[in-house]
């Protein structure tokens, strides 16, 4: 709106117009790229829990609700899914998260 506004004011200022323009291209043509760039095409990363089960093993169990956020419901899912360290949940997908 401000746009529209600004070339249709008569006066010193709508001689660099067309800078509004360039200026509004590169931000489309970064949007664009970004949109592009961005696209996965709902492709989806299985990751096997094997690994964090077998690392968790090793060491003892932290207390996740130290994590803000974390109450004691959402430990006890991570822990029935085998995440009981900082470490297992911190090499842990997002995707995996979701199944728990």
Not at 13 to 35: C, R, Y
Request: charged share 20%.
């Amino acid at each position: 709106m401000l746009a529209m506004y600004s070339l249709q004011e008569a006066g010193p200022n709508t001689d660099l117009a067309w800078l509004l323009f360039v200026v509004l291209g590169f931000f489309l043509l970064i949007v664009v790229i970004g949109w592009l760039v961005s696209g996965r095409n709902g492709e989806t990363v299985e990751v096997s829990n094997e690994a964090h089960v077998q690392n968790s093993e090793a060491k003892p169990a932290d207390d996740l609700v130290k994590i803000e956020g974390v109450g004691p419901k959402v430990a006890k899912v991570l822990n029935e899914a085998g995440i009981t360290t900082f470490e297992a949940l911190a090499h842990t997908n997002a995707a995996m998260c979701r199944k728990c």
